[in-house]
């Protein structure tokens, strides 16, 4: 199917939905449905649910509120802490089927309260290559995920966003900070500050695509191939330094191979119980 008639079942699937409430998180994805769900079922038939968490970071909500103000769009927010919700916090293989569980319940609820018909999430196609446990939390709960249905995959998302005018078209791909974490290695308040103020950095220093990954006293930095040279620039590398060891890390490494999506997920098994 080209994305031409990938656009037109995905409007048509929104059609037939009637009403509809997104879980919104301002990323490009579900930046992407909740305009195509705007611009198909209207502003009075579309809420937007945003849910704040210590995972997720000031400026991306704050991204997600000038999202949703510029589609025109009513953006519900709930306050939300996944260290709260047993099981998250040991970090086990499905800690993302515990936070998008919880999440989609609270979707579920403001759904039904505000006679919405279905609830929507951001998956594509794409999702179904890596471990995404938190698919198995929207099947229970009746979730919908309209751009995978209709098979549109992360760069014809891009596109498609870049027709449209989004600010998003190009955004970098955005994981809660719980991602930054190898599975078993317990996540806590302190430790996702940690994360936060180092890529904070880079984000402030020009990156666009970047990971910082949490080792013990070590902090594993991924970042586009092409931005490598860029890191060990002698006055960058010194700031940088500085500014990752003043977040309580004792060692900087720098990944080789670069940014990848998942890489945390390498050597987990298909299916984990835990």
């Known amino acids: 199917m080209d994305l031409a008639r990938k656009q037109q079942a995905l409007d048509a699937l929104l059609a037939s939905l009637g009403s509809a409430l997104v879980a919104f998180s301002g990323g490009v994805d579900s930046t992407y449905l909740l305009w195509t769900a705007h611009r198909v079922l209207g502003a009075e038939r579309v809420v937007a649910l945003t849910a704040t968490s210590p995972t997720y970071p000031a400026f991306e909500f704050a991204e997600s509120q000038a999202l949703a103000r510029q589609i025109g769009v009513r953006q519900l927010t709930v306050e939300s802490n996944e260290l ?6 040991d970090n086990p293989p499905r ?3 515990h936070c998008k569980h919880e999440l989609f319940a609270l979707c579920v609820a ?8 279905a609830v929507l999430d951001g998956a594509n196609h794409d999702d179904l290559a ?6 198995d939390a929207a099947q ?4 919908r995920s309209p751009l995978l249905e209709v098979g549109l995959t992360k760069n014809e998302i891009r596109e498609l966003s870049r027709q449209a005018g989004l600010p998003t078209a190009a955004k970098q791909p955005f994981a809660c900070l719980a ?3 190898p599975y078993g290695t317990t996540i806590t308040a302190e430790r996702l500050q940690q994360i936060d103020q180092c890529e ?9 695509t970047f990971r910082v990954r949490y080792h013990g006293d070590t902090a594993r930095i991924e970042v586009a191939v092409a931005d490598l040279p860029r890191l060990i620039e002698p006055e960058l590398r010194c700031a940088l330094l500085a500014a990752f060891r003043n977040a309580g890390f ?14 945390m997920n390498a050597g987990i098994a298909t299916n984990p119980q835990s």
């Open 130 to 135: 890596d471990y995404r446990p938190g698919r």
């Open 140 to 143: 229970e709960l009746g979730v």
């Open 250 to 263: 004792t060692y900087i490494a720098l990944d080789l191979e670069g940014y990848r999506t998942g890489s």
């Open 84 to 89: 709260d919700i047993p099981g998250f916090a």
């Open 95 to 97: 800690r993302c089927y």
């Open 179 to 181: 991602s930054r974490f």
């Open 200 to 208: 904070t950095f880079l984000r402030e220093h020009g990156f666009a």
């Open 110 to 117: 403001k759904a039904r309260e505000f006679g919405l018909a």
